[in-house]
C-alpha cells in the first residue's frame, strides 16, 4: 500500500467515525435524583393538610440575555383571586402577530423597524397596535428609541404559558 492509499484509507475511517457520531442520538442528560425532584422540593415546603400549591421556575438563555426565575402560589390564593382581572394580559397573547412579536423580541429583534421588516406582520400602523397592546398587558416594555424588550419579570411566565399551551 502507498503512502497516499494509507492516508487516503485512514481519511475514510476517520469520516466514518465522524459519520457516525453525528447521526447518533444525543446523549441523554443525566436525570437530577428523583424525576419529580422539583414537585418533591415543593411538596416538602408545604403543610400536608393543605389545597396544595403551583410552582413554575425556569433558566433562559434568550439573545445573549440569562434570567434565572421562580415563582409559587397557593392553590387557595389561585382560587381566592378575580380571574377576570386576568383577562387582559391572556387576551393580549390571544393574536398571532403578538405571538410573533413576542418570539421575535426575545430573540434579539428589538426595534420597530426591524420588527416592520417581518412579512406578514401588516401595515406600520396594524404593528404599533399590536405593540401597544402588548405593552397594556405587561409582556412588553418599551426601551426607548423605538425598542422594545420583554421585561425581565416576564420572560419564564411567557415560556411557561406557551408550554402549557402546547402541551
Known sequence: MTTIESRLAALETQVAALTERLTAAPP???APEGTFWA?????QRLPPDGAGAVLYTGTVR??????????????????AADWTELAGALTALGHPVRLRLLREILGGRESTSELAEIEDLGTTGQLHHH??????????????RGRWVVPAERVVPLLVILTAAGR
Open 39 to 43: 414537585l418533591d422540593g415543593l411538596k
Open 62 to 79: 434568550v439573545a445573549d440575555q440569562h434570567y434565572d426565575w421562580q415563582y409559587g402560589r397557593t392553590v387557595d390564593d389561585v382560587l
Open 131 to 144: 405593540l401597544r397592546q402588548i405593552t397594556a398587558a405587561g409582556w412588553l416594555r418599551s426601551a426607548g
Open 28 to 30: 441523554t442528560p443525566p
